[in-house]
Nanobody
């Protein structure tokens, strides 16, 4: 089995910062892309950012210049540093990983989600 465990969400004032973390564990042979999606109330799920195992990154327009994604391949972890947060960033944030298991089966795995609330 493979599990993704997230941490770091919470309540922050507009203009503040948060750092989300996500660590994968279990029967993992390799991980290609890791990333973060979010779902705001009443909205579709949207990609925030992702990063390949080689370090190539991709950001949603709403995240560019404010958010930074990074990963530690040795720890099988991905991080999202969020600065200059806005109320519209309020959402449940989900990490995902494109995992090849030790039995060579490949699929996306998801974390349980962590709430980020930006409010004064």
């Amino acid at each position: 089995q493979v599990q993704l465990v997230e941490s770091g969400g919470g309540l922050v004032q507009p203009g503040g910062s948060l750092r989300l973390s996500c660590a994968a564990s279990g029967s993992i042979f390799s991980i290609r892309t890791m990333g973060w999606y979010r779902r705001a109330p009443g909205k579709e799920r949207e990609l925030v950012a992702d990063i390949t195992n080689g370090g190539s990154t991709n950001y949603a327009d709403s995240a560019k210049g404010r958010f930074t994604i990074s990963r530690d391949n040795a720890k099988k972890a991905v991080y999202l540093q969020m600065n200059s947060l806005k109320p519209e960033d309020t959402a449940v944030y989900y990490c995902y990983a494109d995992v090849t298991r030790t039995d060579r089966y490949t699929r996306n795995y998801w974390g349980q989600g962590t709430q980020v609330t930006v409010s004064s």
